[in-house]
C-alpha cells in the first residue's frame, strides 16, 4: 500500500528565503511571517519538486499520517484566516491561489485573478 507523503518544513532550518515558493505549481507553500508555510496540506501532491530548492534542508516529505504534519505550517497555527492579498476575502469564501508580483509572495482569490492576469 503507498502511503501519501506531503511536505514538512522545519521553522528552525528556514531562513525565509522563499526558493521553494515558485517549485510549488500546487501552491500549497507560501511565505508568511518571514517564514516558509505549507498553506494547504490538500494542495501538496507530494512529488517533492520543491525539496531541491531549499538552500538550508529545511523541506523533508513525511508519510500523511504522521500528527506533526496537521500540526506544523496549517493556517490553524497562522494568527489570522488566510485573506487574498486585494480584496481581503477569506479562504473560507473563495480558493486563494498564491503568487509571486514584483518581489511579493501574494495571495489571491479567483475573483481577484483574471485582472491581475489581464492588468484591468
Aim: charged share 20%; hydrophobic share 35%.
Amino acid at each position: 500500500m503507498n502511503v501519501k507523503k506531503l511536505i514538512q518544513i522545519d521553522e528552525e532550518l528556514c531562513d525565509g528565503c522563499g526558493a521553494c515558493i515558485a517549485p510549488c505549481v500546487e501552491g500549497a507553500l507560501a511565505l508568511i511571517d518571514g517564514k516558509a508555510r505549507v498553506i494547504n496540506q490538500n494542495f501538496c501532491d507530494g512529488a517533492g519538486v520543491c525539496l531541491g530548492s531549499c538552500p538550508t534542508g529545511a523541506l523533508s516529505l513525511v508519510p500523511a499520517n504522521e500528527p506533526e504534519i496537521v500540526q506544523k505550517g496549517t493556517p490553524s497555527n497562522v494568527k489570522d484566516r488566510l485573506q487574498c492579498s486585494f480584496c481581503q476575502t477569506d479562504e473560507d469564501q473563495s480558493y486563494l491561489i498564491s503568487l509571486q508580483h514584483k518581489g511579493q509572495n501574494l495571495l489571491t482569490c479567483t475573483k481577484c485573478l483574471p485582472a491581475l492576469i489581464h492588468g484591468k
